[in-house]
């Protein structure tokens, strides 16, 4: 270890001379009980039992970044504060130290570089209970820090003296005077498709998250959660880092992570709020990761996956969503939250691969993404899939099984777990779209189309028609040979407590409500691509069918307001 990159644990005078003599290179002071200073010459922070504040940097000498902010720190559930009892230097190189943190749950790593503006975290589990979120979060001067900036939305975060006068309509969700309405999980994106996001001043100041690998978030390429917003209560800018996450739009699910389990490294990286500037960081980061410095094992012991998906009737599965998960295949992918996690997309003959996997056991799962797959609700799940040091798995050809003997009827979107086809559905995160939805609606198969005739979600009372035609020869030959038809409802989400009827030709098939689906926050929580996927089959006897027109009706019983069914795909086939 370096000399100059020395743990002074006196206080006092001695203490301040100690911190001068070493002020070239990365510091840790320790000032009191559970208080430490540490940084580097470029900016430096006072850490207490859990909160590190007064953040200052060169960017802006003089002043406090943090301010009357609460600044960084760690909990879990968003309620039990990580406290740290003890800190030291646990690794050094010539020209960066890391920072151990400890506390009974986790230690929190600050990994700190000579030149750098910024810090590596990483997060080791000791012993967390059984959660559903842990995660690291800055809460910045609000008034440096105006503007939050995900992949998706860049904007100012709204000023703090607008809730002064605004009501709370559901959770962290204002109506203001004027109508308009603000809600912090408008800044929600999906956790793999990020680049990098924070909070900044234009020109002035910025505070980033860079994740150049996703492997420690939970969940699959359908995972949502929280990134940056105005703290409603205190005004503080936050930029939140949720890594472990299997509450945010899902059925929740409390997982226990393993001890030894690594969150990270990550780069919280901070800059004059220039975005190129970050962009380019981003590119430096994607380049070195997975980084050589972190002395750990397992960490730097990686193999790769490869393989090509096939349907059974030959189509290649051009841009399947494939998703290196779980070994325990009854766990949803959405709420895996255990080990370290993968995902990626077919390419267009169905070839996909894994490149720097940590060794160990995997599920592999690929559903379909839309596309060339939009009819197919089938998927593939295989377990185990062993990733072994130093080498490439070569799956090969993995085959793909659709039902055999089925003919389609009709289709009403396609399967991709996603209501960005409807109207009003997809991008940007909006509160109350849902209220948009019409209460009654007529779908003619073949004349109607999805993007302005289906809606993303339903939710008033009323009732959807799909309208649809039959065969006089074709219903009398399946009906003949004692063929049934299949219906296939797949919905992007439920939000109780809404309930609907679905039939065929006034014939009853059965009911969605809250007894048979269990409720996710997507749909009121300004999503409109997904909340937790869902999938149901009705079979129709032939005998409930026309020749000519017949209808599949949708009708909602109970109302609640910016609840209700968000749609994924609505199929209708012959099965013989
Ligand atoms: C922290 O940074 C500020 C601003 O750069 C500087 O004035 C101060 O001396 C630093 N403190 C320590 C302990 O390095
Ligand atoms: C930190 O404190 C804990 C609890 O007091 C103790 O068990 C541990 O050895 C300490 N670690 C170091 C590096 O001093
Ligand atoms: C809040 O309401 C009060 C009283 O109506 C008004 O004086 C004040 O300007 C309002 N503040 C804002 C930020 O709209
Ligand atoms: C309502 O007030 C907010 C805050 O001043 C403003 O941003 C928004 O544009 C206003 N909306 C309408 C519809 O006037
Ligand atoms: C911000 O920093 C970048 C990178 O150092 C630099 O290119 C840019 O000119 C700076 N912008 C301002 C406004 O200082
Ligand atoms: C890496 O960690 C091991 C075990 O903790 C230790 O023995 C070794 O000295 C470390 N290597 C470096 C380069 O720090
Ligand atoms: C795969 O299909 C089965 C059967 O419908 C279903 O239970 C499972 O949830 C699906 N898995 C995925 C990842 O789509
Ligand atoms: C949802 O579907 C749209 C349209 O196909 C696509 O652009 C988008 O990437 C999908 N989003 C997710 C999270 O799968
Ligand atoms: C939601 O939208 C409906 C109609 O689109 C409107 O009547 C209602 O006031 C809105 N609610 C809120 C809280 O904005
Ligand atoms: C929806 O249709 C039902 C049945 O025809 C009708 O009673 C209801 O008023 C309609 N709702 C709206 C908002 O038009
Ligand atoms: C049943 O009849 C339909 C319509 O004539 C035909 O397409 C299908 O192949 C038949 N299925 C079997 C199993 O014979």
């Given at each position: 270890m370096a000399p100059r990159h020395q743990l002074v644990p006196s206080l006092g005078l001695a203490s301040l001379l100690c911190s001068t003599a070493s002020a070239a290179g990365p510091f840790l002071t320790q000032t009191g009980t559970q208080e430490w200073?540490?940084?580097?010459?470029?900016?430096?922070?006072?850490?207490g039992a859990s909160y590190a504040t007064k953040l200052y940097s060169t960017i802006l000498p003089g002043e406090d970044l943090v301010g009357t902010a609460y600044g960084h720190y760690s909990d879990i559930d968003g309620a039990t504060l990580v406290e740290y009892t003890n800190a030291s230097i646990v690794a050094s190189g010539d020209d960066?130290?890391?920072?151990?943190?400890?506390?009974?749950?986790?230690?929190?790593?600050?990994?700190?570089?000579?030149?750098?503006?910024?810090?590596?975290?990483?997060?080791?589990?000791?012993?967390t209970p059984s959660l559903e979120i842990l995660r690291t979060l800055w809460r910045l001067n609000p008034d440096l820090f105006l503007n939050g900036r995900t992949n998706i939305k860049d904007d100012i975060l709204p000023p703090f003296s607008l809730y002064a006068n605004a009501t709370e309509v559901q959770d962290e969700t204002f109506e203001l005077a004027n109508g308009t309405v603000i809600t912090k999980y408008d800044w929600s994106n999906f956790v793999r498709y990020r680049d990098y996001y924070g909070v900044y001043g234009p020109d002035v100041v910025g505070s980033w998250w860079i994740h150049p690998s996703t492997e420690y978030f939970t969940g699959s390429q359908l995972s949502q959660t929280l990134t940056v917003h105005?703290?409603?209560?205190?005004?503080?800018s936050v930029q939140l880092n949720v890594f472990q996450d299997t509450s945010h739009f899902r059925v929740g699910a409390y997982v226990t992570p393993p001890v030894g389990k690594i969150w990270g490294p990550w780069l919280w990286y901070l800059n004059n709020g220039s975005k190129e500037d970050v962009e380019q960081r981003r590119a430096q980061e994607l380049a070195s990761w997975p980084y050589s410095w972190l002395n750990n094992t397992a960490y730097q012991t990686r193999g790769a996956i490869t393989g090509t998906l096939t349907l059974s009737d030959g189509r290649p599965a051009a841009g399947a969503s494939v998703f290196l998960g779980d070994t325990d295949t009854s766990i949803r992918p959405l709420v895996q939250g255990t080990n370290y996690y993968y995902t990626t997309q077919a390419d267009a003959s169905g070839?996909?691969?894994?490149?720097?996997?940590?060794?160990g056991a995997y599920g592999l799962y690929a559903w379909s993404d839309g596309g060339a797959l939009a009819d197919v609700y089938t998927n593939v799940t295989l377990t185990p899939v062993a990733v072994t040091a130093g080498e490439t798995t070569a799956l090969g050809e993995l085959a793909w099984a659709l039902p055999a003997g089925r003919t389609e009827i009709f289709r009403v979107g396609d399967f991709d777990k996603n209501a960005s086809e409807f109207a009003n559905g997809g991008l940007p995160y909006k509160f109350n779209v849902t209220s948009l939805s019409p209460a009654n609606l007529t779908f003619v198969v073949g004349q109607s189309d999805v993007a302005t005739d289906w809606y993303y979600a339903s939710s008033a009372l009323g009732t959807w028609t799909i309208q649809f035609e039959i065969d006089e020869a074709a219903l009398a030959g399946y009906s003949a040979n004692g063929s049934t038809a299949l219906l296939s409802i797949s919905l992007a989400g439920y939000s109780q407590s809404q309930a609907q009827n679905v039939d065929v030709n006034g014939v009853l098939?059965?009911?969605?409500?809250?007894d048979v689906l269990t409720s996710d926050p997507g749909l009121y929580r300004s999503s409109r691509i997904s909340g937790e996927w869902r999938f149901i089959q009705y079979e129709i006897d032939p005998s409930d069918l026309v020749a000519g027109t017949n209808t599949i009706g949708f009708t909602i019983t109970r109302f609640t307001e910016w609840r209700g069914f968000m749609w994924d795909s609505i199929f209708l086939e012959w099965q013989s």
């Open positions: 200073v540490f940084g580097n010459d470029l900016w430096n922070v006072s850490q960066w130290i890391d920072i151990a943190f400890e506390s009974t749950d986790v230690d929190l790593h600050w990994v700190i570089f000579d030149d750098l503006q910024g810090a590596y975290h990483y997060m080791v589990n000791k012993a105005r703290e409603s209560s205190t005004g503080d070839a996909f691969s894994f490149p720097d996997v940590r060794t098939l059965g009911t969605l409500d809250d």
